[in-house]
């Protein structure tokens, strides 16, 4: 059944809500009851913690007449009700049939909104009958008298939970639009009142209007506040879906990990986690499958049998940082600088650092055998490309058998962004303020020419100065010195960019590049100024890598 043709689709749409994140929840503790049982805990609380979240979606789920959902609820209740009695079996098998329904449910109701077939609720079912020893006869399951009583009776939360009201998300990007366009709109009337200062001067009308047009702009500012919190969701949304994947990766691969996740409560904006997925389980399959050695090189090597993989994140100077690392081999020098080299690329001056981001170019791999999860580089150029198109950077650390670590640095929204607004041979240019480490008056004589490139000194550390124009390509040569300079920064790297006007900070609103026009390599998006010009945003990370590649 579709959403979008069943008339009860709202509340279809509002099941899926509720009852995913408990779901989610139920098959994470799954997954960590199997660890804990394989250590000789018992995890009596771990199962004793997921009989409510299981009762609650048997009862949503025969509310809303979805009988798979409702009986491998149903049939999960009543395996951890035997597991949960004394002597009750807590082996490898009991285990994984708790894994298998935990993964299954949410399946179920993540596509309830599609046709569900029951073949995989009544083969799993069938297995929990098999394993519990119950015939089938005894085993129908109707709704849940007492989940019926229990709706009936107030519950504590239903007065805060009746001021909530769910909005549809493509709702929330029109406003987000209509916000935009009063951005657009504020910039347009702060420039008309400074052209009416200079023509006309000061007198009482103008101030006035001055008020006006500030008292509008924290307006604006608390309607763009309030929005982006309605817009911004946990990142446990994306990362629920990791701790059965790294599960099912490593016993494939034959290994024992452990998946620990912290700063799930840390939020971002449902666009930018709507595409964080992929990347992460890039980085996450390629710890297990190449990062992580097999139990017995772990103990060998003097280290627990079971390999550590941790998933953070947090919020950092206006921004997200997502760590992803493990306790395993590291990354391999020799092969990454031979397998670069095969690749044409010339790593002779390469540092280590330098060599560590080589693992992001397309179609290196160090892995010694070929699998569906391959080695550390198959797959991380994707997830590079993801995150700088996310106006994002991604900077790995790894020491020789004491593990990598990949670590992300994204913007909390990609819709309405804070930057630099600068002029180059007359064209106006925004650089995301996220990016610009400070703005520097330039005197000709701190700038030095070394093998071609300018370089001066900041903050006690050596940068290149580069010609805006030349790295825009505006083709206009520069007649005179440029007076100021940008620094820019991503993760590591840092970069001068020459500039003849630094106008000012602004909000602007990102508008996408028409595809048909193609994707300029140092430009991500345009934005409309105040005055009406179109200006192009920059992509100081893909500016600051051509810089390491010497460009």
């Not at 069943?6 to 009851?33: R, T």
């Not at 993964?103 to 596509?111: C, E, Y």
């Not at 085993?139 to 009776?153: C, F, K, V």
């Amino acid at each position: 059944m579709k959403a979008g043709e069943n008339p009860f689709g709202d509340l279809l749409q509002d099941y899926i809500v509720e009852s995913l994140p408990l779901a989610e929840q139920v098959g994470d503790a799954f997954v960590e009851l199997e660890r804990r049982w394989r250590a000789g805990d018992p995890g009596d609380q771990v199962l004793a913690s997921v009989t409510g979240s299981l009762h609650t979606i048997k009862g949503n789920s025969a509310m809303m007449g979805l009988t798979p959902m409702r009986d491998v609820a149903h049939a999960l209740e009543d395996l951890c009700g035997y597991l949960a009695r004394a002597g009750a079996s807590r082996g490898d098998e009991a285990a994984a049939l708790l894994v298998t329904g935990g993964g299954l449910l949410v399946d179920l109701i993540g596509s309830a909104s599609a046709d569900t077939e029951p073949g995989a609720a009544d083969q799993f079912m069938a297995r929990v009958l098999g394993f519990l020893g119950v015939a089938p006869e005894a085993s129908a399951a109707g709704p849940d008298r007492r989940q019926a009583e229990r709706r009936t009776q107030p519950r504590a939360g239903d007065t805060e939970a009746a001021s909530v009201v769910r909005v549809d998300f493509r709702r929330l990007d029109a406003m987000l639009e209509v916000l935009g366009e009063g951005i657009i709109q504020h910039s347009a009337l702060a420039e008309l009142y400074r052209r009416l200062l200079r023509r006309v001067g000061a007198c009482e009308e103008l101030g006035e209007l001055d008020q006006t047009v500030l008292s509008l702009q924290k307006t604006l500012s608390r309607l763009e506040s309030t929005l982006m919190e309605t817009r911004l969701l946990p990142v446990s949304t994306v990362f629920g879906r990791f701790p059965r994947m790294v599960r099912d990766v490593a016993h494939a691969e034959g290994k024992r990990v452990r998946l620990e996740v912290t700063g799930g409560d840390t939020s971002l904006d449902k666009a930018v986690l709507d595409r964080l997925g992929e990347p992460l389980l890039h980085l996450l399959s390629n710890a297990v499958a190449h990062g992580l050695e097999l139990p017995g090189d772990r103990v060998r090597a003097g280290k627990p049998a079971e390999g550590l993989l941790r998933l953070q994140a947090a919020a950092v100077s206006g921004r997200v940082a997502i760590r992803v690392s493990d306790d395993g081999r590291g990354l391999d020098q020799t092969a990454i600088r031979a397998k670069a080299e095969a690749l044409g690329v010339d790593t002779r001056a390469a540092d280590t650092a330098q060599l560590h981001q080589l693992v992001f170019v397309a179609g290196l791999s160090t892995a010694d055998r070929v699998t569906t999860l391959a080695g550390r580089g198959m797959g991380l150029d994707v997830a590079a490309n993801v995150i700088h198109a996310l106006g994002g950077t991604i900077e790995v650390e790894s020491r020789p058998g004491q593990g990598s670590a990949f670590t992300l640095s994204l913007p909390v929204t990609l819709a309405i962004v804070r930057s630099l607004i600068v002029e180059v041979d007359r064209e106006r240019y925004a650089v995301p303020l996220s990016h610009v480490a400070e703005t520097v008056r330039a005197e000709p004589e701190t700038i030095r020419q070394i093998n071609n490139q300018g370089v001066t000194q900041w903050r006690g550390d050596l940068i290149h100065v580069a010609d805006a124009g030349a790295v825009l390509g505006t083709g206009k040569p520069c007649e005179a010195p440029r007076p100021f300079y940008v620094v820019m920064t991503a993760g590591a790297r840092r970069r001068g960019l020459l500039v003849d006007r630094l106008i000012g900070h602004q909000d602007i609103v990102v508008k996408g590049l028409d595809p048909a026009l193609g994707r300029p390599a140092v430009v991500s998006g345009t934005t409309i100024l105040g005055d009406g010009r179109v200006a192009c945003i920059l992509d100081v990370v893909r500016i600051l890598e051509g810089a390491a590649h010497g460009n």
